[in-house]
């Protein structure tokens, strides 16, 4: 049965509704058992039950998830006979494993999502702080990695049509994308926001900064590519990106003279370094001569009004380092 009403998920709610009973019964010192009062035994059960907890509620949905689509998968599978032969061979729809996994995925941003907020406004368990920390950072970049990888998959299957003879491949394929990308920069944001307020003694302003403007560096590269792929544009991954890390660069080094933010405008210039190495050492080997001059001038560009930027706030680049 696809629906939620099964045994396994009706299982696993009973699982969890006892699971909380004893969690609730753990946290309440009126019934502390006479073993629990041994310091030793009671600092292992106050971490271990709300973790096994934490993780079986997380797991509950998630297997759900899996067999949603492992039965559709199933249900779609059909005999397919090339014609003139005399045998068959059986083909599901491919797309509904990567639909499976997205949705993992975005059920990992949400859970993640509300686990921060819970804890930030109602639990303040600083050991699930430090938790969240290691699973938000694990999460952004499996999400970056892997994410994004299904995501082009439903992509190239919803350009190429192969199995559309067999099965319907609809604007879906298009639309997930953005309910992802939608799920990770809510995650990204609250995470963000969250983890810079609570480690702000352990001054992480610098890696936190980064991160975020790693990931959403790569997310509009991403982007491009996609959409340059999606118009049937060539080199993608050469003229269009050289620019747009040019242009990212310079929003940083504005950023960062804004803020008064160093680490900004080195990771800019960093940034502006790899485009000009991937420049000259892989997209003009690549580009026809419009396209390089395109490029070309277009960083040249860029690379003035970086200059200007700093001769025209030099004082306050100067104040900061004074600072």
Do not use: C
Request: proline share 1%; no cysteine.
């Amino acid at each position: 049965m696809i629906g939620i009403l099964n045994i396994h998920f009706l299982t696993s709610v009973l699982f969890l509704a006892a699971f909380g009973f004893i969690n609730w019964v753990n946290q309440d010192a009126r019934y502390l058992a006479p073993t629990f009062k041994r310091k030793y035994w009671a600092s292992i059960f106050k971490v271990a039950i709300p973790a096994i907890l934490l993780v079986v509620t997380y797991a509950t949905f998630n297997l759900e998830i899996d067999n949603y689509f492992t039965q559709l998968y199933k249900d779609s599978v059909i005999k397919i006979t090339p014609e003139g032969a005399n045998f068959s061979s059986s083909q599901g729809n491919e797309d509904l494993w990567n639909f499976k996994i997205i949705w993992q995925f975005i059920y990992t941003l949400f859970f993640l999502t509300v686990l921060i907020i819970v804890n930030n406004k109602w639990l303040q368990n600083t050991t699930l702080k430090k938790v969240t920390l290691v699973l938000s950072g694990l999460a952004i970049l499996v999400f970056l990695t892997q994410g994004l990888y299904f995501l082009r998959e439903l992509q190239q299957s919803y350009l190429l049509q192969e199995l559309a003879d067999y099965y319907t491949i609809s604007n879906f394929n298009i639309t997930i994308r953005y309910i992802a990308f939608a799920f990770f920069i809510g995650f990204l944001a609250i995470t963000y926001r969250y983890l810079k307020d609570t480690f702000q003694a352990l001054n992480l302003t610098v890696v936190f900064d980064l991160i975020l403007h790693a990931a959403i560096l790569v997310l509009v590269s991403s982007e491009l590519i996609y959409w340059m792929e999606m118009d049937v544009l060539p080199q993608a991954d050469k003229l269009g990106l050289s620019i747009l890390w040019g242009l990212y660069a310079l929003l940083l080094i504005g950023l960062g003279i804004w803020k008064q933010k160093q680490h900004l405008r080195i990771a800019a210039m960093v940034l502006f370094g790899i485009t000009l190495f991937k420049l000259f050492f892989y997209d003009l080997s690549h580009l026809e001569t419009i396209a390089k001059t395109i490029v070309l001038v277009s960083l040249g560009l860029l690379l003035l009004i970086i200059s200007f930027l700093y001769n025209k706030y030099k004082h306050l680049i100067t104040n900061e380092s004074e600072n």
